[in-house]
DNA sequence: CAGATGACAAGAT
DNA sequence: AATCTTGCCATCT
């Protein structure tokens, strides 16, 4: 529960028309080296949230597809595009071009959950 | 409690 | 360039 939501706390700070990749993502909620835990995540969040899960995707440039998204995936594209993103035929977007940079006040939160993790373990 | 389940990424082939 | 390993683990049933 805990580390879902770390995970949705920084994809909430992605800001409209840019993306994050799930290794990004991974990186600054303290999960460096653990990308899938940011998949697994957000396969369960909740549509309707305030989680901008759409603006995750892989570090290829594409949308990550699943059968079991019925559909889902399209919408991210769709919802990527009403945000002025443009993808070329391959379905990729450049990622040199949109990929977030984030502040340094969102690293400084990053650093301080690894401080803390790592006085968690011996 | 044990097993199944999932939106990844980097390196090797 | 495309396909194949391997490491990764919180939740749900």
């Known amino acids: 529960m805990l580390t879902y939501e770390r995970i949705y706390a920084v994809v909430r700070q992605i800001p409209r028309g840019q993306v994050a ?3 990004q993502v991974a990186e600054l909620a303290g999960l460096v080296g653990k ?8 396969y369960r969040v909740d549509m309707t949230s305030d ?4 603006r995750v995707i892989n570090a290829k440039g ?9 559909g889902n995936d399209y919408r991210q594209r769709s919802l990527l595009e009403d945000e002025g993103i443009a993808f070329d035929q391959g379905g990729r977007l450049d990622l040199g071009q ?18 803390e993790t790592l006085d968690e373990e011996p």
């Not at 990308?35 to 957000?42: D, F, T």
């Open 21 to 23: 990749t799930y290794g």
């Open 35 to 42: 990308p899938r835990l940011v998949g697994y995540a957000l």
């Open 51 to 54: 989680v901008p899960w759409h």
């Open 62 to 70: 594409e949308i990550s597809q699943s059968p079991l998204r019925y």
């Open 98 to 115: 949109y990929r977030w940079r984030p502040p340094d006040t969102v690293i400084e939160q990053a650093l301080a959950v690894l401080r």
